[in-house]
């Protein structure tokens, strides 16, 4: 019989980051390394001087630097701080009995196939606002599930393959989606120093995008996971028969509702530029009016997890002072809810944290990815021939190195260029590198948030531990889902020429 430790996602990212620093030895003692070409800004040139090499990380001082960086890494890894932060917030809603009432109203309202579709849809939208979605549609997932006396673990999987494989669905520039824009005018100014690209470069190919993959990814979660999953054995709450909602639950929701309804719209304001004593929590020195937002001096990008958790604070306050299921004695066991039994969480965080930052450091993904891009530029491919390979080359490459920017840093230099000589547009270029970025964001556990998922996997699983390949099982139909819709949309945009968005076409013709 095989013994379960084998299989736990500690042990896992422990193999994991031994692996690595083997790997890291082996390439660096080969000499492995990849040359590379940027863009300069100022002459509109290819800097072909760039060189990256694999770090050797099996030697004393590379295992001197993991050690050393170690704790930084740890204390400075994203999913952690947003994590612990948001978790107060539902801890509020949910020790309130807020979630309860809520979510038992809506389950009781909606088909169970609508609110899946809904879960998606919201994760798939709330991409635009960066990863915040991972820490905040999982465990809402999770919970809607629950008190919908469902499986936990479909609302976790569902959630978490809309935000990781709903990646650079927008119809609104996102933060990466702009420094990705700025990256890509810059290597089209090689050939067309005029050449330019709306804002709205991509809203048609992404509305489509977005229907076909909420609908296609509600039926993967009611047909293929839920089935899998099988029943869910409640020791905690009422089944749903049993729930009956009092006049004050129901007047404590309506007031909480319309308070954090009143939040929101302030919120809304204040991101408003123009309007009196309005735009206060935008960036105003930037160029597009997601830079506004998202920008290094941007209140709003900076607080926005803050702002999110406080939104949940005040209303799962209001519902419990107003419907008197909490007191005041209650507010610190409220706010520390959500975070009681997190130890396990919290070391589960810091193999993966101590994982990445090994691989990141060794170089090895973006050695991979420089090689990668030499084959665009080597390769005689045009038309479908070179739309495909930019696709395979971007999920290659994003399985090893998430760092959607810096790749496409190394791509773009390359790709647009071979892509205007081939009469394609470096939209379309940039395009078909997010959906490929798309199609393995949910199955690599170098993806930063894949922690995320697997702690509140860990959470609800009552059939022994979840291990990292386990949990990925669930992501594949997805995975390949999506990489049928992308090929199926490209290759129709590419056929018929229709606009991907507002004035931006699959091809381009180009003055030099």
């Not at 909420?214 to 729930?243: A, C, Q």
């Not at 038309?383 to 395979?392: D, S």
Request: with cysteine; glycine share 8%; charged share 10%.
């Amino acid at each position: 019989m095989k013994s379960k430790v084998q299989f736990n996602p500690i042990l896992m990212f422990i193999i994991l980051i031994a692996i690595t620093i083997l790997l890291s030895g082996i390439l660096s003692f080969f000499n492995i390394q990849a040359d590379y070409s940027t863009v300069n800004t100022v002459t509109n040139e290819l800097s072909n001087n760039n060189v990256i090499q694999v770090e050797n990380l099996l030697s004393g001082s590379g295992i001197k630097e993991i050690a050393t960086t170690a704790i930084t890494d740890f204390v400075s890894f994203a999913p952690l701080s947003m994590l612990i932060i948001i978790l107060m917030g539902i801890g509020v809603l949910e020790k309130s009995g807020f979630m309860k009432v809520f979510f038992t109203l809506i389950t009781q309202s909606f088909k169970k196939n609508t609110l899946t579709f809904i879960l998606i849809l919201l994760s798939i939208l709330s991409t635009l606002v960066g990863d915040v979605g991972y820490v905040v549609f999982l465990p809402l997932g999770a919970l809607l599930f629950k008190y919908g006396h469902r499986n936990p673990l479909g609302g976790i999987i569902a959630a978490f393959a809309g935000v990781s494989f709903g990646y650079g669905m927008n119809v609104f520039l996102s933060a990466i989606d702009s420094s990705l824009l700025t990256m890509t005018l810059n290597a089209s100014h090689i050939l067309d120093p005029k050449y330019d690209i709306n804002v709205f470069f991509q809203l048609f190919i992404m509305l489509i995008a977005i229907v076909i993959t909420s609908i296609v990814f509600t039926r993967i979660t009611e047909k293929n996971i839920m089935p899998k999953l099988g029943k869910y054995e409640f020791d905690d709450i009422e089944t749903l028969e049993d729930v009956k909602i009092t006049n004050r639950q129901l007047r404590g929701l309506i007031v909480s509702l319309g308070v954090g309804f009143l939040y929101i719209l302030f919120i809304i304001y204040m991101i408003i530029p123009g309007l009196p004593f309005s735009g206060a929590l935008l960036d105003h020195s930037g160029k597009y009016y997601i830079d506004m937002l998202f920008g290094t001096n941007a209140v709003f990008s900076q607080a926005f997890v803050f702002i999110i958790t406080f939104l949940f604070i005040i209303v799962g306050f209001i519902y419990g002072f107003v419907s008197k299921s909490i007191k005041g004695k209650d507010v610190s066991d409220c706010l520390s809810y959500s975070l009681d039994g997190i130890g396990s969480i919290l070391v589960l965080i810091f193999m993966a944290s101590l994982f990445i930052s090994t691989l990141k450091k060794s170089n090895i993904g973006l050695v991979l990815t420089a090689l990668l891009s030499n084959v665009i530029g080597e390769v005689s491919l045009t038309g479908f021939g070179l739309i495909i390979l930019l696709l395979v080359i971007s999920i290659v490459s994003h399985i090893f190195h998430t760092g959607i920017a810096a790749k496409w840093a190394i791509l773009s230099g390359i790709t647009v260029p071979v892509f205007m000589n081939a009469s394609l547009s470096p939209e379309f270029a940039q395009i078909i590198y997010t959906a490929g970025v798309s199609v393995a964001n949910g199955i690599t556990p170098v993806m930063a948030y894949f922690v995320i998922y697997l702690a509140f996997m860990e959470k609800y699983n009552k059939n022994g531990t979840i291990s990292i390949f386990g949990s990925i099982k669930y992501t594949v139909p997805y995975s390949f889902a999506v990489l049928v819709i992308w090929f199926i949309l490209i290759a129709c945009f590419y056929i018929t020429g229709l606009p991907l968005g507002i004035g931006s076409m699959p091809g381009v013709n180009y003055v030099a």
